[in-house]
């Protein structure tokens, strides 16, 4: 089934608050505070978080709403809409939600609460209401990353995204390189070549 982008209307700004404050944040973005405090203190590079990542996020934060609904620990209607949300982050049709650059601390923690801040977000507005307004449906906290810590899962993500990567286009590149000289190898066993 093919994914479409959400259509935003493009109205100003909004607040997003959080534990640490309120910020502004483009009222047509799904991101939140930490998302905004992150791009306000981290100004030194134009090189993204590469969309591979992106989307392993989305497959993990998926895995753990599975897990959590399974043991009990969240109710269904809350980790179904994670689970939609974050597949739309792994269809990747909200990649332009994704705006962190590479440079950030060490563990990941602006990337993961930027998964996390979308996919509420996101679950928000799949739920019927508009971004920005009403009680949220979820929080990027305490219902996204539920059970999770940053020191695990962005390391989790990158390593989806490699298993990802090389299941994807390494080992088939390898597969055909392997392919084409066997029958280039076919092809030219009868030439006689000088050494």
């Known amino acids: 089934m093919a994914e479409t982008t959400p259509v935003r209307e493009r109205t100003g700004m909004r ?4 534990t640490m404050g309120t910020m502004t944040v483009p009222a047509d973005r799904y991101w939140g505070a930490q998302t905004a405090r992150s791009l ?6 134009t090189e993204k978080m590469p ?6 996020l989305g497959v993990q934060k998926k ?8 043991f009990g620990i ?8 994670i689970v ?3 597949d739309e982050v792994i269809a990747g049709t909200l990649i332009e939600d994704f705006p962190l650059v590479v440079w950030q601390t060490g563990s990941g923690t602006q990337s993961n609460m930027n998964a996390n801040e979308v996919i509420a977000n996101r679950a928000h507005v799949n739920t019927g209401n508009k971004i920005g307004e009403g009680e949220k449906t979820l ?3 305490d219902d996204v990353n539920k059970s999770q810590s940053s020191n695990d899962t962005f390391p989790t993500g990158m390593h989806i995204a490699c298993y990802q990567k090389i299941v994807q286009n390494t080992i088939p590149g390898v597969e055909q390189l392997r392919d084409t000289l066997q029958a280039k190898s076919e092809a030219f066993k009868d030439v006689v070549k000088i050494g």
């Open 40 to 45: 306000q203190n981290f100004r030194i590079s």
């Open 74 to 81: 969240m109710p269904s209607e809350i980790g179904q809409a």
């Open 51 to 56: 969309a591979a990542l992106i989307k392993a």
């Open 84 to 86: 939609r949300a974050a």
């Open 15 to 18: 607040e997003e608050s959080d």
């Open 139 to 141: 929080t990027p906290n």
């Open 63 to 70: 895995s753990a709403a599975l897990v959590n609904m399974q």
